[in-house]
């Protein structure tokens, strides 16, 4: 692979949340956002055809496939994308989400399915960096002041120095499939620590508008900002 242009491009969108933590009554990912779910957002953002990503796959629990199936057509959805049974931890629902790809190679982004503000700049920007760097990130620095719990109270960590992880994190495809062959660990919190012991993980800027819809506030402000992109 010699230029951009021959590097295929995959996403997995992963959606295994529940409503717990947003007290509601369906799956966080099923949610609406200015009436239509938030995968169904987050789906869209990968589906620009600028950025020339040839397969999407839906990760959900297998009890939610007639789920999104109806939201699918009540919205008209026309994006093709396959959908995969996840696991019983997000590791095994990435490993599930990495057997539907075909190809031999390119560059696979893995991406919360409840982050439906990411932007066409960021997913490129991962993108584009991941045919270098094999193994990136985007995040941003901490706005508050971060302290460290200690034995004996506390103690301040420079934040200049510390990074919050955002989704997309993108990888050159086979490195992702080698680091998914080993076994699970519960110091996997995400993908790039399944694969920092294969490869350095590349940073680059994420935004602080790529939120993860996780508790009720998160979802009025995500409604908010998609109102001004509108």
């Given at each position: 692979?010699?230029?951009?242009?021959?590097?295929?491009?995959?996403?997995?969108?992963?959606?295994?949340?529940?409503?717990t933590?947003m007290?509601?009554?369906?799956?966080?990912?099923?949610?609406?956002?200015?009436?239509?779910p938030?995968?169904?957002?987050?789906?869209?953002?990968?589906?620009?055809?600028?950025?020339?990503?040839?397969?999407?796959?839906?990760v959900?629990?297998?009890?939610q496939?007639?789920?999104?199936?109806?939201?699918?057509a009540?919205?008209?959805?026309?994006?093709?994308?396959?959908?995969?049974?996840?696991?019983?931890s997000?590791?095994?629902?990435?490993?599930?989400g990495?057997?539907a790809?075909?190809?031999?190679?390119?560059?696979?982004?893995v991406?919360?399915?409840?982050?439906?503000?990411?932007?066409?700049?960021?997913i490129?920007?991962?993108?584009?960096a991941?045919?270098?760097?094999?193994?990136?990130?985007?995040a941003?620095?901490?706005?508050d002041s971060?302290?460290?719990?200690?034995?004996?109270?506390?103690?301040?960590?420079?934040?200049?120095?510390?990074?919050?992880?955002?989704?997309?994190?993108?990888?050159?495809l086979?490195?992702?499939?080698?680091?998914?062959?080993?076994p699970?660990?519960p110091?996997?919190?995400?993908?790039a620590?399944?694969?920092?012991?294969?490869?350095?993980?590349h940073?680059?800027?994420?935004?602080y508008?790529?939120?993860?819809?996780?508790?009720?506030?998160d979802?009025?402000?995500?409604?908010?900002?998609?109102?001004?992109?509108?």
């Amino acid at each position: 692979m010699t230029d951009s242009s021959s590097y295929p491009r995959f996403a997995i969108l992963v959606a295994g949340g529940s409503g717990t933590r947003m007290g509601a009554d369906r799956p966080k990912q099923f949610l609406e956002l200015l009436g239509e779910p938030v995968l169904l957002h987050t789906l869209r953002r990968f589906a620009e055809a600028s950025l020339r990503v040839t397969q999407l796959v839906v990760v959900l629990p297998a009890d939610q496939f007639a789920v999104w199936e109806e939201l699918c057509a009540r919205h008209h959805v026309q994006i093709p994308h396959t959908v995969v049974a996840g696991g019983d931890s997000r590791w095994a629902s990435v490993r599930n989400g990495l057997a539907a790809l075909g190809q031999p190679d390119g560059i696979v982004a893995v991406h919360d399915g409840v982050r439906p503000l990411a932007s066409r700049t960021i997913i490129e920007r991962a993108f584009a960096a991941a045919e270098t760097y094999k193994a990136v990130v985007v995040a941003v620095t901490p706005k508050d002041s971060v302290r460290n719990l200690a034995q004996r109270g506390s103690y301040a960590l420079n934040r200049s120095r510390l990074r919050l992880v955002q989704t997309p994190q993108c990888f050159d495809l086979d490195l992702l499939r080698r680091a998914y062959q080993l076994p699970e660990l519960p110091t996997f919190t995400d993908d790039a620590s399944v694969v920092e012991d294969l490869c350095p993980i590349h940073i680059v800027d994420g935004d602080y508008r790529n939120l993860k819809i996780t508790t009720p506030e998160d979802l009025i402000l995500a409604e908010a900002l998609l109102r001004q992109e509108r």
